[in-house]
């Protein structure tokens, strides 16, 4: 796994994929401050000033779900965004889904 925040590309999965083993999981997290592991998916709330900020960010992370066929689970409200990215047809975390929540941070630096 790339120590850096580039986000590499995503394979196409329809269950084929390994999970990643809990320590791998754990070295992306800590380079993803403010991810978490939750139910099987990496998870993170994010906080915005307004509902025009929070929908610009969910229109743009629809664009990287988009562009790597992996689509996360969105919960959103007028100043947040709950993102969680689970790899459905295995189960839990794969590197796409380490991969897709790299390519969101690069959305805030």
């Known amino acids: 796994m790339p120590s850096d925040l580039r986000?590499?590309?995503?394979?196409?999965?329809e269950?084929?994929?390994?999970?990643?083993?809990?320590?791998e999981i754990r070295a992306a997290l800590a380079e993803l401050s403010q991810w978490s592991l939750?139910?099987?998916?990496?998870?993170?709330?994010?906080?915005?000033?307004?509902?025009?900020?929070?929908m610009a960010f969910?229109?743009?992370?629809?664009?990287?779900?988009?562009?790597e066929?992996?689509?996360p689970d969105?919960?959103?409200?007028?100043n947040t965004c709950l993102v969680r990215f689970s790899?459905?047809?295995v189960g839990?975390?794969?590197e796409n889904d380490v991969i897709c929540v790299r390519a969101v941070e690069q959305l805030l630096t």
């Open 92 to 94: 839990g975390v794969t």
């Open 15 to 23: 269950g084929g994929v390994a999970l990643l083993a809990e320590a």
């Open 87 to 89: 790899t459905h047809a």
């Open 38 to 54: 939750q139910d099987q998916g990496l998870e993170r709330r994010f906080h915005f000033r307004n509902f025009y900020e929070t």
């Open 58 to 67: 969910v229109n743009a992370l629809a664009w990287i779900a988009h562009r």
């Open 74 to 78: 969105l919960q959103v409200s007028y």
């Open 69 to 71: 066929d992996h689509h």
């Open 7 to 13: 986000p590499g590309s995503c394979r196409a999965c």
